[in-house]
């Protein structure tokens, strides 16, 4: 039988608030992750700081198999500003999407055909 999905506590999406409110020293930064929102997980982004050679890279990647689209090099710093970064704005764009979806969004208080 079909059943819905559930979301598991791991996959419970934290406030953009928290998100932004992440201290990471440099020799944290190898491996930092942070993972967008979203109902399924084939369709949910992650954001990975890694060390290379010549800095740190982030790592893009959608759902578990995609190839990673990388960012870089950069400073320790940079690269946990840009996992940060790109998981708040995607959990702003979320939930957004989320209240147009459920009639609590910008074009909620519009009436029929006014778009």
Do not use: C, H
Not at 30 to 54: E, L, M, N, Q
Not at 61 to 89: C, L, Y
Not at 103 to 112: D, H, I, Q, V
């Amino acid at each position: 039988m079909d059943q819905p999905e559930t979301v598991k506590p791991a996959d419970k999406v934290p406030s953009a608030k928290k998100a932004a409110a992440t201290v990471v020293t440099s020799d944290q930064a190898d491996g930092y992750t942070k993972v967008g929102p979203g109902p399924i997980s084939a369709i949910r982004f992650r954001w990975t700081a890694r060390r290379g050679d010549d800095g740190y890279y982030v790592d893009e990647t959608v759902g578990p198999t995609s190839i990673a689209v990388s960012s870089g090099p950069m400073s320790a710093e940079a690269a946990v500003k840009t996992v940060d970064t790109r998981a708040r704005e995607a959990i702003e764009r979320f939930e957004a999407l989320k209240n147009e979806m459920t009639g609590k969004g910008p074009f909620a208080a519009l009436g029929p055909g006014e778009t």
